[in-house]
């Protein structure tokens, strides 16, 4: 079973929707968890990380975390074509940042 | 943020040949580097952590050996894949960072053929 689950997609939208991405894990010693988004050919870009549960929002993205249940969602209101990417989720232990697992990764397309 | 750049971006190259690298953190100081490395479809992985002046810390499974890491300066590591044969084919990726964020680099996309 991998350390982290994460449905690689792709999703399809139309401009406007509210988008769910989500990521489950098995190892209840993560409490850093991070979403990343990644466009063709270049690196991954923080978008929003979370310590431990809970929500945490920034503009049209909102990060959710469950530890009881070992799931993770981000949100995306009134997506835009520009939103088209691949996101990815992460995870840490203690170490913060340190040493990271990732998801594999879903890919989004938000069509106009 | 903080700009990582990587050269290559893509290399392709006979089995047998050694391939190096560069990461480069354009407009900070990096202690740390980390490396990983994307198969199609599959999560990044985690190969390496370096520290600017000491030897890189190998994550199981990784060989030392064939995957050199050299960490010289504050804004450069190098990664060199020695003796590289197709299973080695792959999307290696830096990161530059520490404990409040990593800053990733675009990727090399290496062929062995």
């Known amino acids: 079973q991998k350390e982290v689950e994460q449905d690689p997609g792709p999703l399809s939208v139309p401009e406007g929707a509210i988008v769910s991405l989500n990521c489950t894990y098995s190892?209840?010693?993560?409490?850093?968890f991070m979403w990343y988004r990644q466009y063709s050919r270049k690196g991954p870009e923080l978008l929003m990380y979370?310590?431990?549960?809970g929500n945490k929002e920034d503009g049209r993205f909102t990060a959710q975390v469950d530890k009881s249940s070992k799931y993770i969602s981000l949100f995306i209101r009134d997506s835009q074509p520009s939103d088209s990417a691949t996101y990815l989720c992460?995870?840490?232990?203690?170490?913060?940042?340190?040493?990271?697992?990732f998801g594999t990764g879903t890919r989004l397309l938000v069509s106009p | 943020g903080a700009v990582v750049s990587q050269h290559p971006s893509w290399v392709i190259c006979k089995s047998g040949t050694s391939v190096k690298i560069e990461c480069r953190s354009l407009d900070f100081q990096a202690t740390t580097m980390f490396w990983y490395r994307q198969f199609p479809k599959q999560s990044l992985m985690l190969m390496a952590t370096s520290n600017e002046g000491s030897k890189a810390t190998y994550e199981q499974g990784v060989e030392k050996d064939k995957f050199l890491i050299n960490h010289a300066s504050l804004t450069l590591s190098t990664l060199t894949v020695t003796s590289a044969h197709p299973e080695d084919s792959s999307f290696y990726i830096c990161?530059?960072?520490?404990?409040?964020?990593?800053?990733f680099g675009p990727g090399t996309r290496l062929t062995v053929l």
């Open positions: 190892n209840s010693a993560f409490q850093y």
């Open positions: 992460a995870m840490s232990d203690g170490t913060g940042f340190q040493k990271l697992v």
């Open positions: 979370t310590y431990s549960s």
């Open positions: 990161s530059a960072g520490g404990n409040n964020e990593q800053f």
